[in-house]
Nanobody
Framework: QVQLVESGGGLVQAGGSTRLSCAASGLPFSLYAMGWYRQAPGKEREFVAA????????DYADSVKGRFTISRDNAKRTLYLQMTSLKPEDTAIYYC????????????WGQGTQVTVSS
């Protein structure tokens, strides 16, 4: 059974930074591309970033490019999202998922972690 557990969300001031983590089990983590997605209140879930199985290839939504960095540690079966220069519009529930590059589609969703950026 696939289990993806996100952590690290919370309340952050605009301009601040935080790091999200996603612990994976029940899937061959080191073989899969993984990604982060987010859903803001009243909006559809959207793609944020993806990373291939080796960590050598990444993809970012234009809205976060240059501010967010996705990374992974295959030995720890953990996915990360370093978020800097946060804006109020980054407020959302952030989800970890298996990602299908380059389509940006996702599957096997975690439960999500809330990130709230105050102005």
């Amino acid at each position: 059974q696939v289990q993806l557990v996100e952590s690290g969300g919370g309340l952050v001031q605009a301009g601040g930074s935080t790091r999200l983590s996603c612990a994976a089990s029940g899937l061959p983590f080191s073989l899969y591309a993984m990604g982060w997605y987010r859903q803001a209140p009243g909006k559809e879930r959207e793609f944020v970033a993806a990373i291939d199985w080796s960590g050598g290839n990444t993809d970012y939504a234009d809205s976060v490019k240059g501010r967010f960095t996705i990374s992974r540690d295959n030995a720890k079966r953990t996915l990360y999202l370093q978020m800097t220069s946060l804006k109020p519009e980054d407020t959302a529930i952030y989800y970890c998922a298996r990602s299908y590059m380059p389509t940006r589609q996702g599957s096997s969703w975690g439960q999500g972690t809330q990130v709230t950026v105050s102005s």
